[in-house]
């Protein structure tokens, strides 16, 4: 069974940094290509990053280019997220996604995780 | 980066079909056939329900469809089911290296 467990949310001062993982679980993680979307309290959907099956490949909303950074460690089974210059718009649900091939950024997400909130405020 | 256009609300009665629409540009839904919808129960994560315009994960229901006409793809749910009752987003690749989602659709079943 796919499972994909995020953590790492919580409350940050604008500015500030939080670190994401999601760690995942009963699939060969390091043949699939991985992503976070984040949701706002009450919004739609926001695709934020997606990294390729090996990680040499990442590619990132503009909202959050040069602030977040997408990692993996295929060793670990796990996906990160570093967030770096926090700001209020980025409050939000954080999902990790798993994509259906090792490449395409829009194959389709088919196991999500239940998602962690980050919540940035003074 | 905006959203694509989908409308905010629709309705319909157990046992009709409904379709809901999803309109882009060029630069996304015309010019790629990478569009996926995704159905999302209150405090819940996304589920996929079609992805590349018209395929159906294994376990979607086959009453589930999707299609695309130019820059507007669309989501057919038929035999509408109570269960239906749900929020669903579109989304697409974008030129380039980007994907982008529709604003989403509240779905009621009278």
């Known amino acids: 069974e796919v499972q994909l467990l995020e953590s790492g949310g919580g409350l940050v001062q604008p500015g500030g940094s939080l670190r994401l993982s999601c760690a995942a679980s009963?699939?060969?993680?390091?043949?699939?290509?991985m992503s976070w979307v984040r949701q706002a309290p009450g919004k739609g959907l926001e695709w934020v990053s997606t990294?390729?099956?090996?990680?040499?490949?990442?590619h990132y909303a503009d909202s959050v280019e040069g602030r977040f950074t997408i990692s993996r460690d295929n060793s670990k089974n796990t996906l990160y997220l570093q967030m770096n210059s926090l700001r209020v718009e980025d409050t939000a649900t954080y999902y990790c996604?798993?994509?259906?091939?090792?490449?395409?950024?829009?194959?389709?997400?088919?196991?999500w995780g239940r998602g962690t909130l980050v919540a940035v405020s003074s | 980066q905006s959203a694509l256009t989908q409308p905010a609300s629709l309705s319909g009665s157990p046992g009709q079909s409904i379709t809901i629409s999803c309109t882009g540009t060029?630069?996304?839904?015309?010019?790629?056939?990478?569009v996926s919808w995704y159905q999302q129960h209150p405090g819940k994560a996304p589920k996929l329900m079609i992805y590349?315009?018209?395929n159906r994960p294994s376990g979607v229901s086959t009453r589930f469809s999707g299609s695309k006409s130019g820059n507007t793809a669309s989501l057919t749910i038929s035999g509408l089911q109570a269960e239906d009752e749900s929020d669903y987003y579109c989304?697409?690749?974008?030129?380039?290296?980007?994907?982008?989602f529709g604003g989403g659709t509240k779905l009621t079943v009278l």
């Open positions: 996604a798993k994509g259906r091939d090792s490449s395409r950024i829009s194959s389709g997400w088919e196991y």
């Open positions: 009963g699939f060969t993680f390091s043949s699939y290509a």
């Open positions: 990294i390729i099956a090996n990680g040499d490949t990442t």
């Open positions: 060029s630069s996304d839904i015309g010019g790629h056939n990478y």
């Open positions: 590349d315009v018209s």
């Open positions: 989304s697409s690749y974008r030129n380039i290296n980007t994907v982008v």
